[in-house]
C-alpha cells in the first residue's frame, strides 16, 4: 500500500542536542509537508517542499531546518531542541497539479520527548 | 487570512447514538477535508470534500461551499470513533501553493 512512514515512532533527546526525524513515503507527491501538533491543539504547520522548493512559514523558529534530498525522503532537523519542543510531529504529502492542491496524507507521527 | 471553526468543542455520546459535527471557514476554499486522529495520533482521511454531499459506511459529509460550512455525520456511533475530529480547508490567496488551515477539533467521546 502507498503511504507516508515516519520514523522513529518515538525520540527521546536531551535539551539542547540536535535530533534528526525521518519521513518517506511511496505515494510519489510533489509536496511534503512537517506540522507540530503540541497536547490538545491542532497540527500547525512549519515548513513544507514543493519538489525542491522550500517554503518556510513565517513564524517557524529558526531553529527547525528540512532537507529533502530527493522526492521520496524529507527530514526535520532540530538544532537545539528546548523542552517547549517537546510535541508529534507530523508528516504530510500531497500531489500539487495546476495551482490546486490534491488531499493529503498523513504518517504515524513521531513523538519527541525533551529532557 | 482564514478562521476555521468547528463546533461543538467536544461531544461525549452512548454507543449507538448519532452525531453531526460542523465545520465553517470564513472565506471561500479550494477544498476540504475531514480527518480522525486516532488514540495514538495518527490523522486518518475520512473525506476530501469542496461540495456536495460523501457517504462512507456510517460517516457521511456534506460541504456547502457557497455558505462557507460542511457538516461530517457519523451514525449509530461505536467506542472506536472516539478522538477528535478535524475539518482543514486547502485555501491559498496570492499564493499558487495549497496548504491546509486546520480548525481547533472536535473531541468525541463514545461510552459503551
Known amino acids: 500500500d502507498a503511504m507516508v512512514i515516519q520514523n522513529p515512532r518515538y525520540q527521546v533527546t536531551q535539551f539542547g542536542k540536535p535530533v534528526t526525524l525521518s519521513c518517506s513515503q511511496t505515494?510519489?507527491?510533489?509536496?511534503m509537508y512537517w506540522y507540530q501538533q503540541k497536547s490538545s491543539q491542532a497540527p500547525k504547520l512549519l515548513f513544507h517542499?514543493?519538489?525542491?522548493?522550500?517554503?518556510n512559514e513565517a513564524d517557524t523558529p529558526d531553529n527547525f531546518q528540512s532537507r529533502r534530498p530527493n522526492t521520496s525522503f524529507c527530514f526535520l532537523d532540530i538544532r537545539s531542541p528546548g523542552l517547549g519542543d517537546a510535541a508529534m510531529y507530523l508528516c504530510?504529502?500531497?500531489?500539487?497539479?495546476?495551482?490546486?492542491?490534491?488531499?493529503?496524507?498523513f504518517g504515524p507521527g513521531t513523538r519527541l520527548t525533551v529532557l | 487570512g482564514i478562521q476555521v471553526e468547528q463546533s461543538p468543542p467536544d461531544l461525549i455520546l452512548q454507543e449507538g447514538a448519532n452525531s453531526t459535527l460542523r465545520c465553517n471557514f470564513s472565506?471561500?476554499?479550494?477544498?476540504l477535508q475531514w480527518f480522525h486522529q486516532n488514540p495514538w495520533g495518527q490523522l486518518i482521511n475520512l473525506f476530501y470534500?469542496?461540495?456536495g454531499t460523501k457517504q462512507n459506511g456510517r460517516l457521511s459529509a456534506t460541504t456547502v461551499a457557497t455558505e462557507r460550512y460542511s457538516l461530517l455525520y457519523i451514525s449509530s456511533s461505536q467506542t472506536t470513533d472516539s478522538g477528535v475530529y478535524f475539518c482543514?480547508?486547502?485555501?491559498?490567496?496570492?499564493?499558487?501553493?495549497?496548504?491546509?488551515?486546520f480548525g481547533r477539533g472536535t473531541q468525541l467521546t463514545v461510552w459503551p
Open positions: 504530510a504529502t500531497s500531489q500539487q497539479r495546476s495551482g490546486a492542491m490534491g488531499e493529503q496524507f
Open positions: 505515494l510519489n507527491h510533489n509536496v
Open positions: 517542499y514543493y519538489d525542491k522548493d522550500f517554503n
Open positions: 472565506d471561500s476554499v479550494n477544498n
Open positions: 470534500i469542496p461540495s
Open positions: 482543514a480547508v486547502d485555501y491559498h490567496r496570492g499564493s499558487t501553493l495549497g496548504r491546509l488551515y
